[in-house]
Nanobody
Framework: QVQLVESGGGSVQAGGSLRLSCAAS????????MGWYRQAPGSQRELVAL???????NYAWSVKGRFTISRDNAKNTAYLQMNRLAPEDTGVYYC??????????WGQGTQVTVSS
């Protein structure tokens, strides 16, 4: 069984920065992908950024150039550095671990609120 513990998030004014962390524990396969999705009120959950164990990353077009995903494979931890935040970045951010063929595990979510 895999568990994800998220930290970071909070409230910030537009133009500010926040950093999210997601630590995974349990049976984690070497071939995996970690990252974040987010969900704004009244909207569907959408991709923010993902990073494979190889370091290959994928970003939503709306966050490219502002957000940076990284990971420490030795610690099974992923990080999302969010810069130049805008009100449209507001939502609940969910960490996800795509654990090879063992399926996806989701974190509990952390609120990010950006005020104008």
């Amino acid at each position: 069984q895999v568990q994800l513990v998220e930290s970071g998030g909070g409230s910030v004014q537009a133009g500010g920065s926040l950093r999210l962390s997601c630590a995974a524990s349990g049976r984690i396969f070497a071939i995996n992908t970690m990252g974040w999705y987010r969900q704004a009120p009244g909207s569907q959950r959408e991709l923010v950024a993902l990073m494979e164990h190889t370091g290959f990353s994928n970003y939503a077009w709306s966050v490219k150039g502002r957000f940076t995903i990284s990971r420490d494979n030795a610690k099974n931890t992923a990080y999302l550095q969010m810069n130049r935040l805008a009100p449209e970045d507001t939502g609940v951010y969910y960490c996800v671990l795509k654990n090879s063929d063992a399926g996806d595990t989701w974190g509990q979510g952390t609120q990010v609120t950006v005020s104008s």
